[in-house]
């Protein structure tokens, strides 16, 4: 089974152009350097589902013509992957659900988090209306989702632990310092892998460009994008340094994946 992922978004947490800064990449002329909070898209028959859904998910659906959704998958409850929530309301319309509430899967952390930062979403009794209708999918294994197998894969995200996931070949890990090594031998076998790539210096929570290289030629997916990118990294600069089936992430790129392992 084929299927298509959109990157919504490559960015860092700040975003690029980042708020009040003067440097060259935050300045750039090219739309690579251009970059929204991080999130991917992956549609497949007539099924489209998110993995996170961030502050800058508004822009994301408009560029993208977005118009319906069947579910969205967490990585971790960090505000720059569900700060979107709210604004799936428009996708939740009975008219373009069948009056069926959009799954949010979740492991249980995050899924309480969700619960609290947007308690007023899952509160029946909330008497203004004008909701998102949506519902929380705790999962704590893989599960099948629409026809194809979800694996969820612990990464480590400084002292933390969340998911990034692998449907059939494709994987997205994001937001990682370390991968353990039953993380690694999970993702044997990926084509397309996207790997979170933040910068040069060391970060305490998010993989360096070196770092992330290391872990992409133990994984050996023949090609690797690195994500959750920041202004440190200009475009085309920096791919030039990388080695060959290694690039980074830029927002609306649309790969072809396989969704059968």
Not at 14 to 43: F, K, L, Q, W, Y
Not at 92 to 112: M, S
Not at 152 to 162: F, L, Q, R, T
Request: charged content about 25%.
């Amino acid at each position: 089974m084929r299927g298509t992922v959109t990157v919504l978004g490559s960015a860092t947490s700040m975003g690029v152009p980042t708020i009040g800064c003067d440097c060259a990449v935050c300045h750039s002329n090219d739309p690579h350097d251009r970059r929204t909070r991080p999130s991917v898209m992956i549609e497949w028959d007539e099924h489209r589902i998110l993995i996170d859904c961030g502050p800058d998910f508004r822009e994301q659906a408009v560029r993208e013509h977005i118009k319906r959704l069947d579910a969205v998958l967490f990585t971790h409850g960090h505000a720059d992957h569900i700060l979107g929530l709210d604004d799936l309301r428009p996708l939740t319309y009975p008219a373009l659900t069948g009056g069926l509430r959009i799954p949010l899967y979740a492991r249980p952390d995050t899924a309480q988090i969700l619960q609290s930062i947007f308690k007023y979403i899952f509160d029946d009794n909330y008497k203004y209306g004008g909701l998102a209708k949506v519902e929380v999918r705790e999962f704590t294994a893989p599960f099948e989702l629409l026809g194809v197998k979800v694996k969820p894969v612990p990464v480590m995200h400084g002292d933390s632990e969340i998911v990034g996931y692998r449907i059939g070949r494709f994987a997205y890990l994001t937001d990682f310092s370390t991968v353990p090594d039953s993380s690694i031998e999970m993702l044997q076998g990926v084509d397309v892998l996207f790997l979170d790539a933040l910068r040069h210096e060391p970060h305490p929570t998010h993989s360096t460009v070196a770092n992330s290289l290391k872990i992409a030629a133990r994984i050996g997916a023949t090609q690797t994008y690195f994500t959750h990118i920041s202004h440190h990294l200009p475009h085309e600069a920096t791919n030039k340094t990388l080695p060959s089936g290694v690039r980074l992430a830029y927002d609306g790129l649309r790969i072809e994946i396989d969704l059968e392992s």
